[in-house]
Each structure stands twice: as C-alpha cells, then as structure tokens.
C-alpha cells in the first residue's frame, strides 16, 4: 500500500507561513495516499502561481504547464490515458483570468479532471494585484483605489454552465477537503472543487479567522445533491454563511469520451492504439 | 493541339460550384487526362464569386494557368468578370435565363472567335422532370460535351455521388445529364483533346493537401486531434471528424487555438499521437505554448496553413509569409523543426514523418502549408500505410526494464545527442515533472546558473542530431553543371516550378531546381555547395521580402539577390515562373 512518505519531495515548500497551500498540499497526498494511489499511478498538472509552486513538493508523475492552461493540458492526459487519475491544480487569477475559457469549455465538455482551485481572491506570486474573485471596493498593488469590477461567482457559474461535480472547501477543514479530493477524483466528469484559503500576505479582508467564522457542511443540512436550485442559492455571495462539501452532483453525467458514440467500441486508451492505420479504402474513395 | 486546357466554372458561392468542379475534375481523370483543381473564393457563404479552375494535360503536371479556354458561366457576374478573359477560339458556356451578354462583350468575343453556347438551363431540367436545383447537372452535362467526352463516365460519378439516394434522384440526375449533353452535342466544334496513353491516370486519386494531411495523420496513427477553424486549415478538422473518427480517432473542436495546443501537449505527454493545425493568426495564439512543448521535451505537431497577413489579412487566399513565424514564434530559445511539403504526395509522407521527428527528438514540428497547397486538387499516385513507417524513438516500453534500472532512470538525463529517454506517466519506471519552469533532469525547477546552461546546451545540442537524421534537399531537372540557371524554392511552389522546367527544356533551356521541403534545421553546407558550384541563382517564394532568400543567406553567408516575389494572394501561374525565368536566361 502506497504511504504518504512515497509521495515526499526532496525539495522544501517556499510558501509564506500560514499559507493554505500547506493545507492543500497535504490533503492531495492524504487523498491519493487513500485512494491506494502511488506517486506514478496517478498525473498531477498545475498552473503557474503560488498554488503550482506545489509541482515539485510532491514526487508523482507531474505536468508544470503555462499561467491560465492547466485545463487543457490536463484534459489532453486524461483523454489520451483515461485509467490515469488527472489532478488539475490551479488558482483563481489564472483560471478566472487569463483561462477562464478553458474552465467554461472544460465544463461543458466533461473531461474526466479533478480541478481544485486555490481561492485566495488575489494574485500572490506577483505580490497583490486582485483577481476576478476579489470584492468591491478593496485596495490592491493594482487597485489602489479598490476594485470597481464586479465580482466573479465561479460557484454559480459553474452551475449555470451545467458542471456535474461542484464542490467548496476550506483549508482549516483538513479532513473535509481530502473527502472531497476523494469525491471528485471517483467521480467520471469534470469535478470542480473551490477551495477558499487565506493568503497571510496580501489577503488581510478575508483570512483564516473570517472565512472559519462563516464556512459550514451542507450534509450536517442534509443538502440533496442533485438540487440546482438549492445549489446556486447556498453559492450566492449574498448569503452570511458559506456553504462548502458537495453542492451539487449531476446524477447521470457522462464524461466527454463516454459521450462519443464513435469510440464506444473502443476500450482501450488512445496512448495504446498508436500504430499504423489501414487507409487503403478510404484512399480508394477519392479516385 | 495545346499543352494544356483551362476550364473555369464560375458563379456566386452557394451554387455547388466545388461541387460541380470536382465531379468534372475526377470525371476527366477517369477519362485518362492529367488534370489539377484549383479554387479561388471569398470570405463568404453565399453570395460572393467563386471560381473552380481546371487545368486539362495530357502530360504529366501540377500547376495553375492563367490562360482560359472553357468558361461554364453560372450569373451574369461571372460573364462581365470573365468573358473577355477567354483566349482565342475558346468557349463560353452560359445560362441564358439568367445571364445577357452586353454588346461591347459580344463585339470581343466574336473578333476572338469564342463560341458561345447558351443554354436554358432551368427549361431543361424541368424538361426532363427536374428541378431548379438539378441545373448544375445540366451544365455538368453540357460541359463534358463540349469536351467531347463518352457521356458513360460522368454518368457512372453521378451514380457514385448518390448511391445513397433514392433510384428516382439517381435517374433524374442522369437524364439532366443528358439533355444537358444533347444539347450542345450537335453545336460544338471539337477540342481535339487526347488523353494520356497511361492507363496508371485511371487509378489516381484526386486529393486536395490538406485531405492528405488527413490521410497521413490517420494512417500514422494520431488519436487525438484537436483544433479550432480557421481558413485554410479547417478542412483538415472537417476531413478527420468525418474520417478519422470512422477508425476511433478522438477530434475535438476546441474553444481556441491556445486550449488545441495544450490538449495536444497534454495528450502527447501522455503517450498517444495528437496534432492540431491552424493558420497564422490561431499559431500565434499558439507561440506560447509551442515553446511549453520545447522546455517539456514534449513531442508536438501542429499544421500552419498559410495565408497572407498581416492580421485577418486574405483569409482564402494564399501566401508563404508566415515562414519567419515558424522559425521563430515563441519565447526563449528551443530547438524546433519546420518542414514545408511541396505537394499532395508530400502532405501525407511528412505528415507521418512529422510525428516521427517530435518524438524522436521529443521537440515541436511545424508543417508548414498554404492555402494553394492544401485547398488545390492534385492527381496522385495512391497514398498508402506502407509507404510510411513509424518511430516513436526512445520511448521505453515498461514491461521490458528492470525495477532496480528504472529507480534510478532521469527522464531529462543530459547526454551529448541532446536526446533523453522517454516514459510516460502512469508507466512503472521513474516520476519526473515535465516542467515549464528550468528544470534538472529530473524536472526540479532550479534558478542555479550551472543546471540552467547545462540544460540549455542538453536542448540546443538536438539540432545537431535533428540535422544528421534530415535529407538533403531534392534536385530535380537538368545537371546543376549544364544549367543556365539554379532555381530555389520551398514548399507548394514545388510543382509549378517543375512544370516550368519542363516547358523550358521544349525551347532548350536547362534549369536545376532544389526544392527545401526540410527548412528548417537547415542543410546549410549542402545548399551552400549548390549555390557555389550554380552559373545563377533564382529563388522563388511567396512573400514580399525574400523571408527565405534572408535564410539562405544568414545560414550560407551567400548574397542571393535575384528573388522572384509574389504576394497578392495567389499563386505562381505556369507563365509567370517561365517567364520570370527567361529574364535571367541569355
């Protein structure tokens, strides 16, 4: 049985102490460490930022791709491998930024990816600027004079646009986010899992003490799963508590290659079917 | 009796003018001539002017005229744009419901004895049973008249083309034919056009570039192939959703060019096939990532479809501007390789070779293609697998390595070739991370100046194994010592440039031709030899300032002035490259 030492790293984390990412980090381990996965049964790709400076803390087969195309490029893995556990790590400056497309087309596709998302409603590793998930109003390195965009619900838009895995965390609740990891990586679909983090550097509006002060689990509410309605309503800013664990789970999701009628003869992986292709009547068809 | 006969069918898009133009493309084929289809159209659905251009020989040949012989004219616009350009003796086959010709043409075309053949088309489709829109068989019909050929072979396309319609369609279709062909049957003066004596043309395909891309990427068995349309590489997308999928091929529209390349990366990185192809616009999107795959070592292929820029620039036109973006698109320093196929048969061969190269040099390869090249229609020898092979290079199989190897195994191990072993995740061998950050050889990001210049030199020094495992450039006419002239080019200008030779050598004249399908690592010495030991040099391309001349120059140290430039968007015709040439032949 793998151990959570197989997944040790010779190399240190550099985070700023009291970051979540030390929270996260520890809870993908403890997820692959109880799912029976060992550091090559599975594909890590992260993002760029301070969420990705995780890529090499953690000894697994991992892709370090570029700012804002973690999803792509983790789609790519899982489509060509689909027996590969794919992780996407991500923040919410690259992913609501400059990939936002990619988290809106990979949702509507249902690529079979577990995405989990570092929110800590600021740019860290370029020292402060805000981010599509940053309030009204607030002073950034970029916005000296608060931020004057709306704010982005990436919760309710990923119910809007169909996901069939939404799930919310926090990294004061440990356990809680490795029994989501776990939920998302079994679920056949694009899992989206948001977790909200403190960032003690540049996030002084809503740090560990106000989001802990807020957060609850939806099962102590009995939350039925498969209620969009309810879903979109518990993700609503407006709302004084935050409502983390499963929000919504679509019951009869498909993945994207399960969906291709075409390939449905097909059981294998498309890494194991590279090799020559008779094209002798297809070439026949053009004379 | 001429060389080569042009056929035009002109009308506004909508009217099935491709359509129309291949069936009698294919159908004169069948008939034993050597033909080529060439189409020129807006960046329109319906409405704007098309054209589908034939050109008929009884020799072998790939190119274009800019010489008419046959307009089928399908709306008035296509007579006022296109009458006055029919040569001599030539034919003008029109619908006179719809079309007049005014009487300043008339006057042109009968001082150059053009026959003109109206017809009413609608009149006899309904004569016949038909509807409106069965006129384009009417004109098909009349137009293989005027052609002067057995009626049998367009009716056997026409079944072909709808064997899966109903019997009654098939029928209705046939007798349009047929009034069509009866019509003009009688009337016409004969073309004396004898096809060719070899029986191999029967056999042939009629295949545009881009549905040989298409076929090569089938055959060598890409799995993945994900992109997002841009004129003139969608018809590669079309092509494969329709074809490849048929052998379980996964084709993915992507939501932008960006997400087609990291898909791709991703998909390679994990060990399948996977290509994606766009045109210069969508490769600049791509740039980033493009240098992604050459710090990760991930093998990458990707088609970039020319046409002229800057910008949106002519989207369905053509042009061979974008060779300065492929050389060097995309940020920091990696090794890449650029190959540019010169026709159909090319397409498919460096297609394969394409994903053979990425993965034995586990780099981005670019195939670079135009408009012209891949939305033309050549006669080709049949395309087959085995005519390609395939080598993944040093990807490990995990079965056959020992556990206690495998520990200690460094996927970015630096050797002289530059070239590491290969696994894939998921594999029972060794982690790594594949790392866009520098990176050690086990993917460790490190900011170290001694690992930083280690790893830079690791990459770099794959161009010296790329370029030892990449031909010389093909030679083709005369003896380079018994040439007037050493003509240069790359990519699609291939074929016209050979045609012109050919032409040439009728009068006399010698030429050598060096046709660099591999640009890039490029085989500077080998070119250098030729340039040197050449009485004149004349390079050929389609951009206004010599890009390729300008690295032949950097890469050789020679000073190449004569250059033959044309970039409006279309092609070299066959009369300019003779012409071009005879100025530099005493």
Redesign the interface.
Same mark, same amino acid.
């Given at each position: 049985m793998p151990t959570i030492q197989d997944f040790q790293s010779p190399i240190t984390p550099t985070w700023c102490p009291g970051c979540g990412d030390f929270a996260i980090w520890t809870a993908i381990k403890q997820a692959l460490v109880q799912e029976g996965f060992g550091p090559m049964d599975v594909a890590l790709c992260f993002d760029i930022g301070c969420n990705s400076n995780m890529a090499d803390k953690i000894n697994a087969y991992v892709f370090k791709g570029l700012h804002g195309r973690v999803i792509p490029l983790a789609s790519g893995i899982s489509l060509a491998n689909k027996n590969l556990p794919v992780i996407a790590i991500a923040g919410d400056g690259g992913t609501f930024d400059e990939g936002m497309h990619h988290f809106i087309h990979a949702i509507r596709s249902d690529y079979n990816i577990t995405l989990i998302l570092h929110n800590n409603c600021d740019f860290g590793l370029t020292t402060g600027q805000a981010t599509p998930t940053t309030p009204i109003g607030q002073k950034m390195n970029s916005t000296p004079f608060g931020v004057v965009e709306s704010r982005l619900n990436p919760t309710q838009l990923a119910l809007t646009l169909g996901a069939s895995f939404v799930a919310k965390a926090f990294t004061g609740n440990v356990t809680q986010l490795i029994s989501l990891i776990r939920d998302g990586i079994q679920h056949k679909g694009f899992s989206y899992i948001e977790v909200l983090q403190h960032c003690p550097t540049y996030n002084n509006f809503q740090d560990h003490k106000w989001i802990a002060e807020r957060v609850y689990d939806v099962k102590t509410n009995n939350h039925d799963t498969s209620d969009l309605q309810k879903a979109m309503s518990l993700a609503d800013y407006s709302q004084e508590k935050i409502a983390t664990g499963i929000l919504f789970k679509a019951p009869n999701s498909k993945d994207y290659l399960n969906k291709l009628d075409y390939r449905k003869d097909y059981k294998g992986n498309l890494k194991d079917e590279v090799k020559k292709y008779s094209i002798k009547e297809l070439a026949h068809s053009f004379t | 009796m001429k060389d080569r006969i042009v056929i035009q069918i002109t009308g506004a898009a909508g009217f099935g003018i491709k359509t129309s133009g291949l069936v009698i493309t294919k159908a004169l084929k069948r008939a034993g001539y050597y033909t080529f289809g060439y189409t020129e159209y807006p960046s329109l659905i319906r409405g704007g002017h098309n054209i589908f251009q034939i050109d008929i020989s009884t020799q072998e040949f790939a190119s274009v005229s800019n010489k008419l012989h046959v307009l089928l004219a399908l709306d008035q616009n296509s007579i006022d744009l296109h009458a006055l350009e029919i040569e001599e003796k030539g034919v003008l086959i029109y619908d006179e419901e719809t079309c007049t010709i005014n009487d300043q043409i008339r006057v042109e075309l009968d001082r150059k004895k053009i026959e003109t053949f109206p017809l009413k088309l609608l009149d006899l489709a309904q004569g016949v049973g038909g509807s409106g829109i069965m006129k384009n068989t009417v004109t098909l019909g009349a137009l293989w008249s005027v052609l002067d050929q057995d009626i049998e072979i367009l009716n056997t396309m026409i079944k072909e083309i709808f064997s899966h319609k109903s019997e009654e369609i098939i029928n209705l279709n046939l007798a349009c034919i047929k009034t069509g062909y009866d019509a003009l049957k009688s009337k016409k003066e004969s073309f004396d056009l004898k096809p060719s004596t070899d029986v191999n043309v029967k056999?042939?395909?009629?295949?545009s570039g881009n549905?040989a891309i298409g076929?090569g990427a089938?055959?060598?068995?890409v +799995?993945?192939y994900?992109s997002y349309p841009m004129t003139p590489a969608s018809s590669i997308l079309s092509f494969l959703a329709t074809?490849g999928?048929?052998? $379980?091929m996964?084709v993915?529209q992507?939501?932008?060019e960006?997400?087609?390349a990291?898909?791709?990366?991703?998909?390679?990185?994990? $060990?399948?096939?996977?290509m994606c192809a766009t045109s210069g616009g969508g490769f600049d999107l791509m740039t980033?990532?493009l240098s992604?795959a050459g710090m990760?070592e991930t093998p990458f292929v990707v088609v970039l479809a020319q046409r002229p820029g800057p910008a949106t620039g002519a989207p369905t036109w053509t042009a061979q501007s974008d060779l300065n973006l492929a050389l060097y698109g995309g940020h920091g320093e990696f090794p890449r390789i650029v190959l540019a196929p010169g026709d159909t048969e090319e397409c498919f061969k460096m297609t394969a070779e394409a994903h053979n190269l990425a993965e034995k040099f586990q780099t981005p390869v670019i195939l670079l293609t135009d408009k012209y090249l891949g939305e033309s229609f050549y006669e080709?020898d049949?395309?087959?697998?085995n005519d390609?092979s395939?080598d +993944?290079g040093l990807l490990l199989n995990p079965s056959t390595i020992e556990d206690k190897e495998s520990a200690n195994k460094l996927r970015y191990q630096i050797n002289e070739s530059g070239i590491s072993e290969r696994w894939?995740?998921?594999?029972?061998?060794?982690?790594?991370?594949?790392?866009?950050?520098e990176h050690t050889e086990k $993917?460790?990001?490190t900011e170290d100046a001694e690992p930083i210049a280690d790893m830079v030199n690791k990459r770099t020094n794959k161009y010296q194994s790329i370029l030892q495992s990449v031909p010389e450039p093909e030679m083709f006419g005369d003896e380079l010592k018994s040439s007037e002239v050493l003509i240069i080019s790359w990519g699609s200008n291939k074929r016209v440039i050979i045609d012109a030779q050919n032409s040439l050598r009728k009068e006399g004249i010698k030429t050598a031709f060096m046709h660099v399908n591999y640009i890039w690592p490029l085989k500077g010495l080998f070119i250098a030899k030729m340039i040197a030991d050449a009485e004149q040099v004349v390079i050929f391309e389609c951009n206004s300032t010599g890009q390729f001349a300008k690295l032949l120059e950097s890469e050789t140290g020679l000073k190449l002035e004569n250059r033959v430039l044309k970039f409006d968007g279309r092609p070299f015709y066959i009369e300019e490259v003779i012409n071009s040439l005879k100025n530099y032949i005493s």
């Open positions: - | 056999n042939k395909m009629i295949i549905e076929l089938i055959a060598c068995g +799995r993945l994900s074809e999928s048929k052998q $379980g996964v993915k992507a939501e932008d960006i997400t087609a990291n898909m791709v990366i991703g998909a390679s990185f994990a $060990g399948t096939r996977a980033e990532s992604l990760t080709t049949i395309l087959s697998e390609i395939i +993944r894939l995740p998921g594999d029972k061998i060794a982690t790594f991370l594949a790392n866009s950050d $993917g460790y990001s």
